[in-house]
């Protein structure tokens, strides 16, 4: 079955750098792209980050973009998410999804259970 | 302010039928497919429809997705309790090159 793990949540200071971790398995990681959302205590759903199968593309949120960078080790089925430069606003829950098609679309398929990270002085 | 729009909330009594909607632009739900999520309270987003109105198994039939235009919508028939959850619509969007979800809707079985 499907299981997607988030790591490396934590309480960080503004302006300082976190890494978060996503650990994939009971699936082929290589085959599918994976995305980063997030969600504010008490808030909706905002989609962060999304990275293609190699790698080889990347999209981010207008409000992460030039801070944030999502990455993936296909050789580990790892996925990870660099945030610098944090800002109180940016304190949520995260979770990490991976990317199924069907027809000429695709979706969110399935949902690890997500990591807190906050940004507090 | 999200890109797709959702009710803030929505409620039934057990047995009713309730449809959640999910308004977007030619840039989003008018140019691909729409995917509905259900978070229960303290939970992880689970699929719930993808492309407009597949549904993943597991998921019972009393719940149906459909498309027109530039909306979608939830329908979810023969209401029960453990159908209270936040409910949320989302679609790639071609002109921001970015996913965009809607706010969500709070749904209350009363």
């Known amino acids: 079955q499907v299981q997607l793990v988030e790591s490396g949540g934590g309480v960080v200071q503004p302006g300082r750098s976190l890494r978060l971790s996503c650990a994939a398995s009971?699936?082929?990681?290589?085959?599918?792209?994976m995305h980063w959302v997030r969600q504010a205590p008490g808030k909706g759903l905002e989609w962060v980050a999304i990275?293609?199968?190699?790698?080889?593309?990347?999209f981010y949120a207008d409000s992460v973009k030039g801070r944030f960078t999502i990455s993936r080790d296909n050789s580990k089925n790892t996925l990870y998410l660099q945030m610098n430069s944090l800002r109180a606003e940016d304190t949520a829950v995260y979770y990490c999804a991976n990317e199924n098609y069907y027809g000429s679309g695709s979706y969110l398929d399935y949902w690890g259970q997500g990591t807190l990270v906050t940004v507090s002085s | 302010q999200s890109v797709l729009t959702q009710p803030p909330s929505a409620s039934g009594t057990p047995g009713q039928r309730v449809t959640i909607s999910c308004s977007g632009s030619?840039?989003?739900?008018?140019?691909?497919?729409v995917n509905w999520y259900q978070q229960l309270p303290g939970t992880a987003p689970k699929l719930l429809i993808y492309s407009n109105n597949q549904r993943p198994s597991g998921v019972p039939d009393r719940f149906s997705g459909s498309k027109s235009g530039t909306s979608a919508s939830l329908a979810i028939s023969g209401l029960q309790s453990e159908d209270e959850a936040d409910y949320y619509c989302?679609?790639?969007?071609?002109?921001?090159?970015?996913?965009?979800f809607g706010g969500g809707t709070k749904l209350t079985v009363l």
């Open positions: 030619s840039s989003n739900i008018g140019g691909t497919t």
């Open positions: 990275i293609s199968s190699d790698g080889s593309n990347k």
């Open positions: 009971g699936f082929t990681f290589s085959s599918y792209g």
């Open positions: 989302a679609a790639w969007d071609n002109s921001l090159n970015a996913w965009v």
